[in-house]
């Protein structure tokens, strides 16, 4: 074998991504921090250090503080339906003898069509007047997206509806790399259908899920286009998460050094879920 | 029987399903309707069925300009996270790289990072380098996410690939490049084949860059352009639902004729540790 110099090579074929990278991934996460320290205008020219002073601002601001309570109430009733439903979908699909195919098919499709679409679609849906949603309830009159008390659930139910499957495929994966002899023993040894699935089905899914739980909490809390296109933060703010008030104040109210703080605090926080996670996946990894 | 029974429980089961993609399909509907009847439920079922829609928006619409940017900006961001992820994945799999944990786990770390934060000095880089409102803008924002999933799928495919198979290849005399050339590509294809799937989908969805670096259409991506679809008194829900529907061919493509590369990607990218 042609001695390529081996250390050198191994770094010559790596430093055409990790410079591309650090332009657009780690040095932009550093700068937002230098940012976020910034009163910083853009069209006025104003351009000044000013150290904590977004964060204190935001430490007192109702706003902040409501689309973080938006932001938590999406994710974790968003990820824990999800969670539910998907490992339901996938316990149907898994004993699937014919048309599995088209049936993976139809849930990837809500998966893979961009999220303006799916925003476009439930905006249709819940249209008051002509609504798919409200023939089904019978005629209803009710007003979705302009309902204060409405527009969040209606919010969480189109995000399920995109999510779901990813989590319901990666539950049917491993669904599907259970032996059958584990169940053919189960069977011997008289247990019904309900203990299979609480002794046997349940813990063997247990580490997918909580992959799925991680990789769906991380989109949840960084979720942007959805709510951004379908509700726009309203009615009221009650469907302004932190990235929709991010973006406003970066690019609509044009406070770049205030909107980079909001940034940094959802960065913060998805590191933080993640570090979380990761401890306890290491944690199950050894405990398997 | 009992192959009765499991007929009609897979026959219940694909019922369930086509429910649950009904938006979509009622979306398709919608986009074929007669203006007339839009705002009108019940029937449920028009009348006639019309192209009318998708004449407005092919002929009338900055919809098809923004298929062509977007097209392009998928194939360039896929072929250049392709070029520079092959050599760093076969690097990191193969060859001794400093500081190869620390790398790896940034860059697997690099995945998480939420747009909302790096896009606005993103914005800042774009405006000093004058790249707004270009392809090549959108290109490199891509490629933030565009080269650590490529990497990341494809040191796992490779390493799936035995290093046996290289060491043959070396005492039968070929050299290093030749042997990834001849031996290593032709054997992770599927491999990459899903890697550039799963890239061209995510950058063909991708909306807050395009949406924050574009200006006009001369680069705006799809959602850009389906998000800003114009209406002047009314909200044009037919037009808006052929729009949808052009903006969803490639995810159908994906899903119909592609579902196997789709799911490898998919599953390979959530599974490997």
Known sequence: MKPLAARGAGLVLVAPALAVLAAVTAFPALWVIWLSFQRRIPIFGIEQFEGLRNYAFLATDPRFWSAARVTLIFTVISVGLELVLGLLVALALAGQRRGLRVGIALLLLAWALPAVVTAKLFEWLYNPAAGLVNYLLGGAQLNWLGDPTLALPGLILADVWRTMPFVALLCLARLRGIPAELYEAARVDGAGPVATLLRITLPLCRQILLIAVLFRTLDALRAFDLMFILTGGGPAGTTETLTVYAYRSLFQTLHLGLGSAIGVVVFALVMLVAWGYLRALGREGIAA | ?273
């Open chain 2, 1 to 273: 029987m009992r192959r009765e029974r499991g007929l009609l429980r897979d026959g219940l089961v694909l019922v369930g399903l086509v429910a649950y993609a009904l938006p979509f399909f009622w979306q398709a509907l919608t986009s074929l309707k007669p203006e007339a009847e839009l705002m009108v439920l019940p029937p449920l079922l028009p009348s006639r069925l019309t192209g009318e829609h998708y004449r407005v928006v092919l002929e009338r619409s900055v919809m098809v300009r923004a298929m062509v940017n977007s097209l392009g900006v998928g194939a360039i961001t896929t072929a250049l996270a392709l070029t520079l992820g092959l050599g760093a994945a076969y690097a990191f799999a193969r060859r001794t790289v400093p500081g190869k944990r620390f790398l790896l786990l940034l860059i697997v770390a690099g995945t998480a990072f939420p747009q909302i934060a790096t896009v606005s000095p993103l914005y800042l880089l774009m405006r000093a380098l004058e790249l707004r409102d270009t392809w090549l803008g959108l290109i490199l924002a891509n490629a933030s996410f565009a080269l650590p999933l490529v990497i990341w799928l494809l040191a796992g495919f490779l390493s799936e690939v035995p290093v046996q198979l290289e060491e043959a290849a070396a005492v039968d005399g070929a050299g290093r490049l030749r042997t990834f050339w001849w031996v290593i590509l032709p054997l992770m294809a599927p491999g990459i084949a899903s890697a550039a799937l799963l890239t061209f989908l995510f950058s063909w969805n991708e909306f807050l860059f395009a949406y924050t670096f574009t200006a006009t259409e001369a680069s705006r991506t799809v959602p850009v352009a389906l998000a800003l679809f114009p209406g002047v008194f009314e909200v044009p829900w037919g037009d808006i639902a052929a729009a949808s529907m052009l903006a969803s061919l490639p995810p159908l493509v994906l899903v119909i004729g592609l579902q196997r590369f789709l799911l490898r990607g998919l599953l390979a990218g959530a599974l490997r540790e």
